[in-house]
């Protein structure tokens, strides 16, 4: 039983061979991104918003509220952190009923790269947000003795990400391999429905502790989230 | 279960593309376009806030100039009806006086009436009774009512003869005024008589259409008359009487 995307080869450009992972990961990007610019290509205040950019907009402010009731005081870039992460992994889960897409979270890899992101974010943020000895001094916090157990911490927080995300999204492709064995017709549709649900609970949940992580390393200084504008 | 680090630092790759992406086409169009709104949307109200209290100040000016215009308009109303009362009352006044004019000029009119009624009446009676009195005369005793005129005329200048005596001297003639020309022999009669008491005096006659039925003799200062006027008062009197009791007796039975 095959048990992971990445071993199998999707195609080949210029020799280099692009594997599932990678090739469905760029369709996910391919249709999020189009979706954004088709719904959000013509937005002026003067222009009533249609069904579709009403629905982006309940999907980004409802992202919005949940990284504010979070922390508060927290920096537009966590909703593009914390944002992307959840749209890209609900998406790949939600693709998992179109036959032959196989999510790219399915694969180890992935969600060990989406950890290995949240693991590199946390203290860029917080670099960010306290400055580098600010930041650093949260290690050290409430004593020295307890650097040793932050840094075992921060790096367990990555490695707990990938593996919880890994497993939920495997597991139910290997229950449903098992299954499709002992009832052909009947689990998999079952196991199916439940991997959309477990799959979006599994990517609220990602992208919440994400927020949480990076909100604990900002917790000092940031600034409001409404109130920030971009450059 | 395997990691490939080759893929881990592609979807690593993958995943920063993915974030610069979503925020170039996804959330700063969107936060933008929901601030951008918003804004609108506090300018909408900021303005409808604005134009809400303006209509405000627009709806009291409003309300106190219709309250002026109502107390303009009573005042303006008690000011007219209290002209329209004088102009009434002055042509109240007017009217009264102009009928009072009309009854008095009415009155003055239906007295001028009366008079002449009256004068006509007098005169009327006077030829009548004279004329009836001459047929009496004529039919009865035979003889005319000139003749006796003048006879009674006569009479009553022998009773003033002292008077008649110094007017007389003083006088050119006698002028012998009547309604009516007299009969010759009447003449005669009245000139021997006159010649009897004023010897040397010349008689004239005249007539005078509005005298009563009679004769008027003058002489200087004295005038000695008889004429049917005091019968004739008499009759209009007491015809005034009779008609005053029909008058009063027709309202008394109207009543």
Known sequence: ?231 | MSIDWVTVVAQVGNFLVLVWLLKRFLYKPILNGIDAREAEIATRMGEAEVAQKKAAAAEAEFLEQKQRLVADNTAHAEQIHEQAEQEKEALLVATRKKLEQEKQDWQAHLEAEREAFIRELHLASAETLYQLVCRALRDLANEDLEEQIALTVMSKLESLAQELTSAADRAEQAIATTHAPLPEHTQETLRAGLERLAPGLPLSFTTDASQAPGMILRIGSVQVAWTVDSYTDELTSLLADRLAAGESGRVHNHG
């Open chain 1, 1 to 231: 039983m095959e048990m992971t995307p990445d071993e199998t080869t999707l195609f080949t450009v210029w020799g280099i061979g692009i594997n599932e992972t990678v090739g469905y990961t760029w369709v996910v990007m391919i249709l999020l991104t189009v979706a954004s610019i088709v719904i959000a290509r013509n937005l002026r205040p003067d222009v009533p918003p249609n069904r579709w950019r009403t629905t982006l907009e309940v999907i980004v402010t409802a992202i919005q509220s949940q990284i504010e009731e979070i922390s508060p005081r927290s920096s537009r870039h966590v909703l593009y952190f914390s944002g992307t992460l959840f749209l890209f992994i609900a998406l790949s889960n939600l693709l998992l009923v179109v036959p032959g897409f196989t999510p790219p979270t399915a694969s180890l890899s992935t969600t060990a790269a989406l950890a290995l992101s949240v693991l590199i974010a946390v203290p860029l943020f917080g670099i960010t947000g306290q400055g580098i000895r600010g930041y650093l001094k949260t290690y050290v916090q409430p004593s020295v003795i307890m650097l040793p157990f932050n840094i075992i911490s921060e790096f367990s927080r990555g490695i707990s990400l990938a593996i919880r995300l890994y497993g939920n999204v495997m597991s139910g492709a290997v229950i449903a391999g098992i299954l499709l064995g002992i009832a052909p017709f009947f689990f998999p549709v079952v196991m199916d429905v439940l991997g959309l649900l477990t799959g979006l609970i599994q990517a609220y949940i990602f992208a919440i502790l994400a927020t949480v992580y990076i909100s604990s390393a900002t917790a000092v200084v940031g600034k409001p989230l409404h109130k920030e504008k971009d450059k």
